[in-house]
């Protein structure tokens, strides 16, 4: 922990005591802008508690009113400082306010790849994204490719007079994307199996 106090005085003396987004002073701490997680002042920003909520909470709660600091704190000599100002104004281009400091704004590439790297903002891109559905057997155990299973009951092969019988294992099972179904070989042929007749071996 002696490296988080130094970390704070270092950036105490930076800040002049102050909160490095917002005039508050008080019970001011380091905060890493991310990706970087490390004692770094050069990585870190010194935040007071409501700047700190502010910016881990839901983007869409942020508070209009107390960031106007943001039109100063983004010429900011400190990159970190700047990137997490031009951070929270893009997370508040909806205000035009917001939207013309971003405008005026001047970040070195380097400073704005970083800013653009909002943990908050990434989320949206992946809520697109749908999930693959989870095949699971008759006891909601996750199967994968691979698996072997056994039937819990025994099954008439369609096309066939074969039955597969209760307690049967098959091996080295597919997935093929419908979590109803799997694929498997009983007798060297190969059959579709309702996953509800299946129990991971
Ligand atoms: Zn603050």
Request: glycine residues 6%; proline residues 6%.
């Amino acid at each position: 922990m002696s490296d988080q106090i130094e970390l704070r005085n270092t950036l105490r003396d930076r800040a002049g005591d102050r909160c490095e987004l917002c005039p508050n002073a008080q019970e001011l701490n380091p905060f890493a802008v991310a990706p970087f997680e490390d004692d770094n002042p050069e990585h870190n920003v010194l935040l007071c508690p409501t700047c700190r909520q502010q910016i881990e909470g839901d983007p869409a709660g942020l508070d209009t009113n107390h960031w106007y600091g943001l039109q100063e704190t983004i010429w900011s000599e400190t990159p970190a400082v700047q990137a997490l100002s031009w951070r929270i104004l893009h997370r508040l281009r909806g205000e035009t306010w917001a939207r013309d400091i971003l405008d005026q704004a001047y970040l070195v590439d380097e400073v704005l790849e970083w800013a653009k790297q909002d943990p908050a903002g990434r989320e949206e891109p992946t809520d697109d994204t749908p999930d693959e559905p989870v095949t699971r057997d008759s006891n909601g155990t996750e199967l994968k490719d691979g698996d072997s299973v056994t039937l819990i009951r025994s099954l008439d092969v369609k096309g066939t007079s074969f039955v597969a019988k209760q307690g049967t294992k098959v091996k080295n099972i597919r997935l093929i994307g419908d979590p109803d179904n799997i694929e498997g070989k009983i007798n060297n042929v190969m059959l579709v199996l309702k996953t509800k007749f299946l129990k991971k071996a």
